[in-house]
Every structure is written in C-alpha cells, then in structure tokens.
C-alpha cells in the first residue's frame, strides 16, 4: 500500500506539535531545509525517536565529493529517505549512490517550476517535459537511485520503464478541472501506482491534522 508522506513546513515547535498529534499513524515525515536549519538535527532524532520515518528533502546538487559526504551524514543521522537533483549529473548520482548503506536515495527529475520554455531557453533538444523527466529518471535507475520524485501524470510512464519508487507530491483532496495536469487526489495518485504520497498545507492548516490523516489514508487505503 501506498504509504501517506506529510510535509513539515512549518517552525519547529509547530512542526512538533503536529508531529504528536498525528504520531500514532503510520506516516513519513518530511523535513524540508526551512524546518532543518531552524531546529537542527535535534528535531529529525525527535521524530525519529517517535518511531516515525523521515523524509528528508533537502534536493541536494552539488559537485560529487559534497553530495556524497552529505549522503554519509544523512546515514549518521538515521534518515529513511534523502533527496537530490538528478539533474545534478551522471558521476554526482553515481557517486551519492555508492555513499549510502540503508538511507533511500529519491532522485528530483524536473521541478514542476520549469516549464517547457525555461527548458528550450536553457538549450535543451531533449523535448517535451514528460521526455526529459524520462530521460532523467533513467539516469537515476541507472546510477543506483531508488526513486524519483514526479508527477502522478508521469508514474505510469516510469514504473512502465524501470523499478523506482514514485513519490507524488502535488496532492488535493479535490483536484479542480484546471489544475488536473498538475495535482491529482490521494485516490487518484494511488491508482496511478503512487508508492508515496506527499501532503503539505491541505494537512498542516487543517484545523483537525488528525482528522485529515485519517481521510487520506482510508482514501489510499480504499482506491487499491
Ligand atoms: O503543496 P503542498 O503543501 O501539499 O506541498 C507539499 C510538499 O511537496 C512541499 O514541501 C514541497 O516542497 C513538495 N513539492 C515537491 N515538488 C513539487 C511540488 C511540491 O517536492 N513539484
């Protein structure tokens, strides 16, 4: 099943107080570097020590030596996931992927802030942006990735291609018709073969976050 991702973007104490509220779910945390720099490593052994994994999003690119030393750290610190952009090239994926022990490394494809024009401008022949997140999501199955992060319109042409995981961010319990390219619905992202769904605001604002989780799951749970 599915498993529900909830993004922490928020201050540490408030991000802590939601963290108690929903613990006695089986969820990953997310912890973004807004979160990180503001309650350091103290916050994720918090969660961690709640029994709760941590996704720690942190879209690393840099050149190899830097990244995989942050990999390394990531492992000291005991972190399920870490993120990086596989944009960040061949030897700098390979490289991370040779510096982890049991951390899951979930590669960016292309940030959903890039269209098709920003591409062409930076002198891509590569074509649509369902081919260059193709192309980039091969570079991370190649180097040794687990995952990618995409689109749940994209997660069928990627588990048609390789064996990542699929983390969906960009998720509404209510997809409005004009926002149908770019977000879709807990549900919808499940069928689609989602293995990790990722919420931020629609939990995080929610005057009942517990409430909400409980909403999501069932509606993961239910759309098998
Ligand atoms: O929009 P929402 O608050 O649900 O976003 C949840 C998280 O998903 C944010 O922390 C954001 O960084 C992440 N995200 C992402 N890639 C996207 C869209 C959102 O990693 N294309």
Redesign the pocket.
Same mark, same amino acid.
């Given at each position: 099943m599915a498993k529900l991702c909830v993004?922490l @973007?928020l201050p540490p104490d408030d991000a802590m107080d939601l963290v108690k509220k929903v613990r006695h779910f089986p969820l990953i945390m997310?912890v !973004?570097p807004s979160l990180l720099i503001e309650g350091g490593k103290d916050v994720v052994r918090e969660i961690l020590s709640m029994g709760l994994e941590v996704f720690l @999003?942190l879209?690393l690119h840099d050149i190899p030596n830097t990244v995989a030393r942050a990999v390394e750290s990531a492992e000291r610190l005991g972190v399920q996931y870490l #993120?990086l952009h596989t944009l960040g090239g061949r030897e700098m994926v390979r490289r991370a992927a040779e510096s982890r022990e049991s951390v899951k490394l979930i590669g &960016?494809t292309l940030? #959903? =802030?890039h269209d098709e024009e920003y591409i062409s401008f930076l002198g891509s022949k590569g074509g649509t942006i369902s081919q260059m997140v193709i192309k980039l999501a091969g570079i991370a199955e190649e180097f040794g990735l687990d995952g990618v &992060?995409c =689109?749940s319109k994209e997660v069928r042409l990627i588990k048609a291609r390789f064996s990542l995981l699929t &983390?969906v961010? !960009? /998720? *509404?319990l209510e997809a409005s018709r004009e926002d149908q390219v *770019?977000v879709s619905t807990p549900g919808e992202a499940r069928r689609e073969g989602a293995d990790i769904i &990722?919420? !931020? *605001?629609? /939990? /995080?604002r929610s005057p009942d976050p517990a409430k909400m989780v409980e909403k999501v799951i069932n509606e993961i749970a239910y759309s098998q």
């Open positions: 993004a @973007d997310k !973004g @999003d879209k #993120t &960016v940030l #959903t =802030s &992060v =689109s &983390v961010p !960009g /998720i *509404r *770019r &990722v919420m !931020g *605001r629609e /939990i /995080i």
